[in-house]
């Protein structure tokens, strides 16, 4: 009996807030992809923190240009991979672009390819930079995507080891019956004139043998080699040249000739890893054609209990082989499988490329589970939160469940340095960028109700004023004093009704409704008084620390005032006559 796999993308945070998504991201280098409301990949980045690039797009929106603005107000969704160096992150973009030939990515939809060094198959070989790869026999290193890399290695290959450059045909036969003469490449010291027989053909087999050693990574000679070369020109007080050579040690010092997202000792390869919790099981899959990741996704399995990691992972191979018509030369497992009417060969690997790989769909794996947790955890909280906002309806008697709420509370010292603050929580949360702060203007002395008065007639004249959307319920920091000021302040605006308010007095924990003397109890253990106690203690920290500044703030204007006054003038002294 089949069963149904339900695929989810790489993280999939679709239902989160795409900004709160970019916070969650992994700060590793890797490639982000970001895809429109008909899931249409819009644009692959490169990363070397994905949390901080990812980010910056959802920063300071006004400023970005018209491309990039357009870009990110289209976003509805965010897959990432993480890789083990930016280096990787380069080439995977690279491939991932060439493939899907995302709207946005324009600088790589040419057809262009990061160069190659290509060491020919010919007799006498030439390093030639490509962006093509011929399977000719000759063989090809890289790619680069720092092309001034490549140019430096090349450059540093010519100086260690001269060699031809010129298309000449150099048989056997032409050399020894003197059919071509030295070029001016000889004479300047870049080649040692294989054409007329000058450099034997074994030391030259030499040379690029050592050359390749280089191109594979074996650069200590070459480092070792620069290294005398600064310390020379340090001798000679060259110092131009010996910051050249440095610059060029720095490069080669960040040189890597092998990836794991390309490498061309492998060919086409499917790779997977799989782990549990409870009753899911999450499977990376990388796709490798031509010894290049073109496809990283994750799935969601669910599992029977007692089903082995080992049997969901035959059935998942069977069914994402199909999706995706994949038919690899070989499949790449953490364990062993049974898939019986395959012909494809299965490899566990203990170490090298395929290690690495396979550690790759494991890592991305555990970002996915990770994110998926995440989210679970968020959507059991938004329940949560949901639950409490119908509970506090019913508790209230609203007529609407109570997602956007403010609370306000007064602040003073002895009647001094009075102030306000208003808070704001919006489907249970607190909405920081909607807190506001008031220095009280038409009171002097201790009078907290007609404070109130003060406050709530600015606020809501203010959101009238600007046709911004009043709340669905206002908590007021006090008892019957401060609800009456508040009720007194909606009705002279004609708002009293639009909205329910009430009081809520400290200590007893009562809540007052408008015209009622007698409180409302409700359940000390319900969620709902939990709530407005979490509102109203926010905006009574809001509402002490804005005034604790202030008093501050007067305090030390004071007594600058009077260290002012008591600075005395200098009174000009007579000239007095000289000795």
């Known amino acids: 009996m089949k069963r149904k796999i339900k695929l989810f993308y790489t993280n999939f945070l679709i239902i989160m807030n795409i900004k709160e998504t970019a916070r969650q991201l992994p700060e590793e280098p890797g490639i982000y992809k970001f895809f429109d409301k008909n899931d249409i990949l819009l644009y692959v980045g490169k990363a070397k923190n994905l949390k901080k690039r990812v980010s910056s797009y959802f920063m300071n929106e006004k400023n970005q240009i018209g491309k990039i603005r357009y870009l990110v107000a289209q976003i509805q969704r965010i897959e990432y991979t993480?890789?083990?160096?930016?280096?990787?992150?380069?080439?995977l973009e690279n491939n991932l672009i060439k493939k899907h030939q995302p709207k946005y990515n324009s600088a790589l939809k040419d057809g262009k390819s990061y160069p190659f060094l290509c060491v020919t198959n010919e007799r006498f070989p030439r390093v030639l930079p490509v962006r093509k790869v011929i399977k000719n026999g000759s063989a090809y290193y890289g790619p680069y995507p720092n092309i001034s890399l490549m140019h430096t290695l090349n450059e540093l290959i010519k100086t260690l080891f001269p060699l031809r450059n010129c298309t000449l045909n150099l048989t056997e036969k032409n050399i020894k019956?003197?059919?071509?003469k030295v070029c001016l490449e000889y004479h300047l010291g870049n080649c040692l004139g294989p054409c007329e027989g000058l450099q034997r053909e074994t030391d030259y087999t030499n040379s690029i043998s050592q050359v390749e050693n280089i191109l594979k990574g074996h650069l200590s000679q070459v480092m070792e080699y620069l290294k005398s070369l600064i310390k020379l020109s340090v001798e000679k007080m060259e110092f131009e040249k010996a910051e050249i050579l440095k610059n060029k040690l720095e490069s080669l010092s960040n040189y890597r000739s092998k990836s794991t997202v390309v490498n061309s000792n492998l060919n086409n390869l499917d790779v997977y890893s799989i782990q549990s919790e409870k009753n899911i099981a999450f499977i990376s899959y990388l796709r490798v054609v031509s010894g290049c990741v073109v496809i990283s996704r994750v799935f969601e399995f669910k599992k029977k209990l007692e089903e082995h990691d080992s049997e969901v992972l035959?059935?998942?191979?069977?069914?994402?082989?199909?999706?995706?018509q994949s038919r690899p030369d070989e499949i790449i497992l953490p364990v062993?499988?049974?898939?019986?009417?395959?012909?494809?060969?299965?490899?566990?690997?203990?170490?090298?490329?395929?290690?690495?790989?396979?550690?790759?769909?494991?890592?991305?794996?555990?970002y996915y589970k990770k994110d998926y947790l995440n989210q679970k955890q968020t959507l059991k909280n938004k329940y949560k939160k949901s639950k409490t906002l119908e509970r506090l309806k019913t508790d209230l008697n609203l007529s609407d469940i109570p997602e956007y709420i403010e609370c306000i509370d007064n602040s003073n010292f002895?009647?001094?340095?009075?102030?306000?603050?208003?808070?704001?929580f919006r489907k249970g949360k607190p909405s920081k960028s909607d807190y506001r702060k008031f220095h009280i203007k038409s009171v002097t002395g201790i009078d907290d109700f007609a404070s109130m008065k003060e406050i709530v007639t600015r606020r809501y004249k203010r959101l009238t004023n600007e046709n911004k959307p009043l709340p669905n319920l206002l908590i007021i920091d006090g008892g019957k004093g401060q609800l009456s000021a508040t009720v007194e302040a909606l009705k002279e605006m004609n708002l009293y009704g639009k909205?329910?308010?009430i009081g809520i007095a400290k200590k007893l924990e009562e809540i007052y409704f408008p015209g009622d003397s007698t409180p409302v109890h409700i359940d000390k253990r319900s969620p709902s008084l939990k709530l407005i106690q979490q509102i109203r203690n926010e905006a009574h920290r809001f509402a002490i620390s804005f005034h604790r500044r202030t008093r501050s703030k007067n305090i030390e204007k004071t007594i600058t005032t009077k260290d002012d006054a008591r600075i005395q003038p200098i009174v000009a002294l007579p000239n007095l006559p000289s000795e």
């Open 336 to 366: 062993k499988v049974f898939l019986p009417d395959s012909p494809i060969p299965i490899t566990i690997p203990a170490k090298g490329d395929k290690k690495k790989l396979l550690q790759l769909a494991y890592r991305n794996l555990l």
């Open 414 to 424: 002895q009647g001094a340095f009075p102030v306000a603050a208003l808070v704001c």
């Open 177 to 180: 019956n003197k059919k071509f």
């Open 314 to 324: 035959e059935l998942a191979i069977a069914k994402i082989t199909d999706e995706y």
């Open 82 to 91: 993480v890789v083990d160096s930016e280096y990787d992150a380069l080439l």
């Open 499 to 501: 909205f329910q308010v």
